[in-house]
């Protein structure tokens, strides 16, 4: 890489069985730079990307991975195994160096563009249809989640222990997609 290069290392530092898909691993992997300030241009060249300005965390889909990019950090899922995050991880540093040394050309875009699909949302829920929150199914509760209509707090199920990996990668993928979550839910 040469000495203009914005971002050199995206190191892998963690590796567990992916929730919403067993078969599969999510990863989590640290820069060797904030690489914040790429994320307005991103966001700008990327269809369906859901940013998150306030927060600084922009989520793609790309060939039915989930990828969270932090500042300092990405938070991917539904990962094939361990060279397709090599790949991955490859693939977010080219595109954040190329972004980077494009951005004269590029018109940032700071607005969130996308809420997320039900269908990322209904995979975390416990999965019960247990109709506490009102809602005949979990999937229908998603519906209502994705759009905005109602908060988290109404699903009494995944506060219990059985759910609460689930709960913490929910309230991941609810915060990085600039959705209002209390500070309690964690
Ligand atoms: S309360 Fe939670 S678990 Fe029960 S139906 Fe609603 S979303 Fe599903």
Redesign the pocket.
């Known amino acids: 890489m040469g000495k203009d290069t914005f971002v050199h290392n995206l190191e892998i530092v963690r590796v567990i069985a992916c929730l919403a898909d067993p078969n599969k691993i999510r990863f989590t992997a640290n820069f060797d730079r904030d690489v914040a300030e790429t994320f307005p241009y991103l966001n700008a060249i990327l269809p369906g990307a859901i940013y998150n300005h306030p927060g600084k965390t922009l989520t793609l889909h790309r060939d039915g991975r989930l990828l969270t990019i932090y500042a300092l950090k990405v938070e991917a899922a539904k990962i094939e195994n361990r060279d397709d995050a090599q790949d991955v991880v490859r693939w977010i540093v080219g595109l954040i160096n190329e972004c980077h040394r494009k951005r004269a050309t590029i018109k940032p875009n700071f607005e969130r563009r996308e809420r997320l699909g039900v269908i990322d949302i209904v995979k975390l829920?416990?999965?019960?249809?247990?109709?506490?929150?009102?809602?005949?199914?979990?999937l229908a509760?998603?519906a209502f989640l994705a759009a905005e209509r109602v908060s988290i707090m109404?699903?009494?199920?995944?506060f219990l222990s059985d759910y609460s990996e689930r709960r913490k990668e929910l309230i991941t993928l609810l915060k990085a997609s600039g959705y209002s979550v209390p500070e309690s839910f964690v």
């Open positions: 829920l416990p999965g019960t249809n247990c109709k506490r929150c009102g809602q005949p199914t979990c509760f998603a109404i699903c009494t199920d995944i």
